[in-house]
């Protein structure tokens, strides 16, 4: 069984591709290690993987079309894990063609690369933030999702139409996560999470959008890569909407989220908890692109692949505060 995964640095393509070469299957992994956060937690990421023999690593961008036909060519993959994305809702209003480049093109490529060499799966990521300005919670897959409010969430939208497209033409099984705030050790330290831990150890003041009124669904790394794994091994049969639309496409969309949302003032209190310091806060109004709540939906997950995430985020907090002291605090 040969499987790539795509963004293999980052947070979740490095997690997930611990879990997998931990257990023997043999990946292929390839990211253009870009600058949008310090390289060097990309690098150290890297390294503890090659430490895996049955893994490999190509230093490629998925922008770059013909260099991913020619690895699709040379490589006969049976599962494709798409991670790579310019990822973050702020960063979006500054570097929009980034996007544009890496999200819509660079997705195409490798939807173009399964329809000429087909896999057995390909998985990609979506995220939360299609949900847009949904007031209705919790969020479910069956929901419209016609209102992004950032240029993020619009290429994750049309992520999922290209998906179906190419799954529905070329019979591609494709299946799209949607990710609700993943979190853990490893993690982005763009995420909020990770600025307020180092933010509070470095003695300064956290910056608290909407005076706090926001409520996030936040959910643990592991959980996420069980629930990758767990879809990896089961490619859809038919559409997600089988009720509302004709479509035979193997395809399907599912939400991986904590199904459990936490207001912004008591995660802080948590991340106080487990820091043992408190912070300090500065209230800011609402950034644009933001949203009030997330609040994932997870029952067709439980149902077809038996799992929901369930890490208490007192526990998920903890082991990322004790990850975080050892690799900047202790090294």
Known sequence: MAILITGV??????????????????????????????????????????AYPTFTFEKLDIYDRPSIDTLFQRCAFDYVIHLAAQAGVRYSL??????????LSGFLNILEACRHYPVQHLVFASSSSVYGSN????????????????LYAATKKANEL??????????????????????????RPDMAYFKFVQAICENRPIDVYNHGQMKRDFTYIDDVVEGIVRVMHRPPNGCDQPETTASQARYKIYNLGNHQ???LLRFIEVIEAALGQKAVLELKPMQPGDVLETYADTTDLAKDVG?????????????????????????
């Open 9 to 50: 640095a980052g947070f979740i393509g490095f997690s997930l591709a611990s879990r997998l070469l931990s257990e023997g299957y043999p990946v292929y992994g390839i990211d253009n290690l870009n600058a949008y956060y310090d390289i060097t937690l990309k690098h150290d990421r890297l390294r503890l993987l090659t």
């Open 261 to 263: 949302p936490v207001a």
């Open 94 to 103: 500054e570097n929009p063609h980034t996007y544009g480049d890496s999200n």
């Open 162 to 187: 290209m998906a179906h497209a190419y799954s529905h033409l070329y019979q591609i099984p494709t299946t799209g996560l949607r990710f609700f705030t993943v979190y853990g050790p490893w993690g």
């Open 135 to 150: 007031r209705k919670v919790p969020f479910s897959t069956r929901d419209s999702v016609d209102y992004p409010v950032s």
């Open 307 to 331: 799992f929901s995430p369930d890490t208490p985020l007192e526990v998920g907090i903890a082991k990322f505060v004790a990850w975080y002291k050892d690799y900047y605090l202790n090294a």
